[in-house]
């Protein structure tokens, strides 16, 4: 059998981490001769879960720009990508998740006939500016692709629902984690030595993140809010929110939680201080995607403080809650979990619906079955 050729493309933290665990199943196939290509449309993040799983792209685009605009991550990506396709001349070119990187390099690969899988297909907040511009994102990625790798059988359902060829769905659980699997350790170090100061044991710790652009201003503000009153109100209550650097976010947060005890804000962390952050914290309140999903793999329960997910596996199976922004309503729930041992254990308890940490090798196996 002639080994087929697939060529991965990535650019941000979030693909980089759900990627690393298929790029080691692909170099691993001995029916694949595999390639990877970063856009770097985040750069210094992005370098550091390459350092982390020691990946060595092959090509990389160097696309980065400060206040690069959407419009410009696509062209340039588009563009670079041209050339590197037209090099390597994939069979296959593996996309993940729902940024702008996954749309220009699946629509890159569509240009020149190429077969697009797509990791992480299916997901779906059913609005289409919210999150925005990920729920266009995965919609239009959808559209070209040749393999659905759906990491849950609703993320397949949605994909039947929209019209899609059920022969082209494959339910493979979901790539974070295999990789957070990889990086957690119970006796891990943090080089912060305030993070290796607090007492996880006897505190209970909330993780909080939040940057959503649609989670700025007063939403973001109800978040804060609710949290500082949940620390003054239970004093074995400590909070680490590891801040975005959007300048908006920074502002919030400062005006709200800076002067307030046993919250600790500090500065972003790489992927592997955040993985162990959560296998160490009580619970976790987030407004982000990926960790709906790596938190409850370790026990975690999440409180989503968004008005939708398109992760609702989690919420059916029990291991997270949909909040919403309202502050009464995340106070409410926050310090339920806190105090109400029935109610934690439920969620820690729940059993995670995202997979057994081998998505990524069934996802090697589907692609050469499919050139037998």
Same mark, same amino acid.
């Given at each position: ?53 020691? $990946?060595? &792209? ?18 340039? !990506?588009?563009? =670079?990508?041209?050339? $590197? ?8 070119? @593996? ?12 629509? !890159? =690969? ?20 919210? &999150? ?17 790798? !759906? ?11 929209? =019209? ?33 100061? #607090? ?6 710790? *909330?993780?909080?993140? /939040? ?5 700025? =201003?007063? &939403? ?62 009580? @619970?976790?309140?987030?407004? /982000?995607?990926? *960790? ?23 919420? /059916? ?12 309503? #995340? ?6 979990? $806190? ?10 308890? !729940? ?22």
């Amino acid at each position: 059998m002639k080994k087929i050729k697939v060529l991965t493309v990535f650019g941000t933290r979030p693909e980089a981490v759900k990627m690393a665990p298929v790029v080691k199943a692909l170099n691993k196939n001995k029916y694949i001769d595999h390639e990877v290509c970063v856009t770097a449309q985040h750069r210094e993040m992005l370098d550091q879960v390459l350092q982390i799983y020691d $990946i060595k &792209p092959d090509h990389d685009l160097d696309i980065f720009e400060h206040g690069q605009s959407l419009t410009k991550v696509t062209t340039r !990506a588009l563009e =670079g990508l041209e050339g $590197i396709i037209k090099k390597v001349k994939p069979d296959v070119l @593996l996309v993940q998740g729902d940024t702008t990187t996954v749309f220009a390099g699946a629509l !890159a =690969g569509f240009y020149h006939r190429v077969k697009i899988g797509h990791v992480e297909a299916g997901l779906r907040s059913h609005d289409l500016y919210s &999150p925005y511009p990920e729920e266009a994102n995965r919609k239009l990625t959808g559209v070209i692709t040749n393999y659905h790798f !759906a990491p849950t059988e609703k993320n397949k359902q949605n994909l039947l629902d929209e =019209g899609y060829d059920d022969e082209k769905i494959y339910i493979t659980g979901n790539t974070v984690i295999d990789a957070l699997l990889e990086v957690v350790k119970d006796d891990y170090k943090f080089e912060d030595e305030l993070l290796n100061d #607090i007492d996880y044991e006897n505190k209970k710790v *909330i993780l909080l993140t /939040s940057h959503r652009r649609e989670n700025l =201003g007063e &939403p973001m503000e109800n978040i804060f809010t609710a949290i500082k009153e949940v620390v003054n109100k239970n004093e074995d209550v400590e909070v680490v929110f590891p801040v975005h650097l959007n300048p908006k976010v920074r502002e919030i947060a400062n005006s709200i939680l800076d002067d307030t005890k046993r919250v600790h804000l500090i500065e972003p962390v790489d992927y592997l201080t955040m993985a162990n952050l959560q296998n160490k914290c009580h @619970l976790v309140v987030t407004d /982000s995607g990926g *960790i709906q999903e790596e938190a409850p793999s370790l026990g975690k329960p999440v409180l989503v403080v968004r008005k939708e997910t398109e992760r609702p596996e989690g919420i /059916s199976a029990g291991t997270a809650k949909l909040l919403g922004v309202d502050k009464e309503k #995340i106070f409410k729930e926050v310090d339920l979990l $806190i105090n109400n041992d029935d109610e934690y254990k439920k969620m820690a308890n !729940a059993v995670n619906p995202y997979g057994d940490g081998k998505a990524s090798e069934k996802i090697a196996d589907i692609i050469v079955d499919s050139f037998k």
